[in-house]
């Protein structure tokens, strides 16, 4: 039987808690997320990207269908396990979402992000994290969720602050990759924006049975990549 999860969207009680969703989801955090562009690379060098509105159809189709509908409710699951304090079921679905992963470039970016982030929560003094060092693979949303459960930071905006960070990632490589100009980079990520809240809310309503998406395109450029002749960037 399909389920949703209970959603809560009070703000915490907690007054850090915002500042630590912001380090959470700052550049500066060292996990390493510059070094990917989850496809994208592939798409400008063949052509399938040529600029400013290429790269926002790009990116916000895959932020409006695909993360909405695999990243945001495996993370709100996830974020639901580390309430119950459920190692078992935070496994369960961080493998899941390892799994739905469609190329080795893309499977292997989720894992070495969450490996990163867990040894930075570990050295942080986030306890749980520190299993997750220990060779178990870790999605990055299953960790993402761990902090934001740790510092008491809303599901609702835990997920917002997961995808303007994959969106800010994305919009830092298409500056690079096409080249776009710094003022176009921020138009760009401007337009992305208005659709996370849509993209939150859709996520957190989707059914356990209905979680998962199929991106052909962006799997055929991430697989590609892989043996693309020059590249900047690790997928």
Known sequence: MSTTIPISSAASADPLARLRLWQLISPALPVGA??????????????????????????????????????VPVLARCYTAWQQGDHAAAEHWSRRLLAMRESAELREEDRQLGAALARLLTDLGVAPAERWTRGEPASFACLFALASVHWHVPLEEAAQGYLWAWCENQVAAAIKLIPLGQTAGQRLL???????????TRGLAVDDDDIGYSAPGAALASALHETQYTRLFRS
């Open 190 to 200: 401007s337009t992305l924006i208005e659709h996370i809240p849509a993209a939150v």
């Open 34 to 71: 510059f070094a990917w562009s989850q496809g994208q690379e592939f798409a400008v060098e063949s052509g399938w990207v040529r600029d400013e509105p290429g790269a926002a159809a790009w990116i916000g189709g895959l932020l409006r269908y695909a993360l909405a509908q695999q990243d």
